[in-house]
């Protein structure tokens, strides 16, 4: 089945820094990749998406990339705020394997004031 | 519109008791996912159903769970008997049906499950 590694586990930036979280996958009939944000004592809330068929899509602050070739895609977050600070998922979706989500292992952001 | 809903949102209990999960999809939803994810690891698929069907049961890890979703709407997960590697936090999500050309999954709060 699918396996999806996510780096780094930890990341620090100072207010205003970018930050880039990635992950790779191992499954090429992935065809649905999104991103969760997951806050303390909440449940994971998704930010942006993409599909296969796109390279890059943006929402204000936040890109995703997609290399389909090399099977890795990003998270971009700029002009990080505090209220960025949580711990994000990427996960995947194969057209092999119905529509269950194959998750990364998390990043643990911390936006620092 | 109100979103996933789950209940409890903290358990504990001893090892060889019973507990059950509940999840509320949002209204509408079809698919109703459940994941666990176990401290520091990656949130695990456990199953899927469409309506009251289960879809897709390849992600329960053993017999000791059962998953149901009577008149497909809520769902429960029943943990009988627990034992320690059950702890974790247990996520349930819903989707809308297929064939609409989308695949976003929408997730609860979570039930934090732990046993002693």
């Known amino acids: 089945g699918e396996n999806v590694e996510q780096h780094p586990s930890t990341l620090s930036v100072q207010e205003g820094d970018s930050a880039v979280i990635k992950c790779t996958y191992s499954?090429?009939?992935?065809?649905?990749f999104p991103w969760y944000k997951q806050e303390l004592g909440k449940g994971p809330q998704l930010i942006i998406d993409i599909r296969s068929n796109v390279g890059e899509k943006k929402d204000q602050r936040i890109a995703v990339t997609l290399n389909k070739t090399a099977k890795h895609f990003s998270l971009h977050i700029t002009e990080t705020q505090p209220e960025d600070s949580a711990v994000y998922f990427c996960?995947?979706?194969?057209?092999?394997?119905?529509?269950?989500?194959?998750f990364g292992t998390g990043t643990s952001l911390t936006v620092i004031p | 519109e109100a979103g996933v809903t789950q209940f409890p949102s903290h358990s504990v209990i001893e090892k060889g008791q019973t507990v059950t999960l509940r999840c509320d999809p949002i209204?509408?939803?079809?698919?109703l996912y459940w994941y666990r994810r176990v401290m520091g690891k990656e949130i695990k698929f456990l199953l899927h159903f469409v309506k009251e069907s289960k879809q897709d049961e390849s992600g329960m890890p053993n017999n000791r769970f059962l998953a149901e979703r009577t008149g497909g709407t809520y769902s429960t997960l029943k943990v009988q008997p627990a034992e320690l590697e059950d702890s974790g936090v247990y996520f349930c999500?819903?989707?809308?049906?297929?064939?609409?050309?989308?695949?976003?999954?929408?997730f609860g709060p979570g039930t934090r499950l732990t046993v002693t």
């Open positions: 499954d090429s009939a992935s065809n649905y």
């Open positions: 209204s509408g939803h079809d698919n």
């Open positions: 996960a995947a979706r194969s057209s092999n394997t119905g529509n269950q989500f194959y």
């Open positions: 999500a819903s989707s809308l049906q297929p064939g609409l050309a989308t695949y976003e999954q929408y």
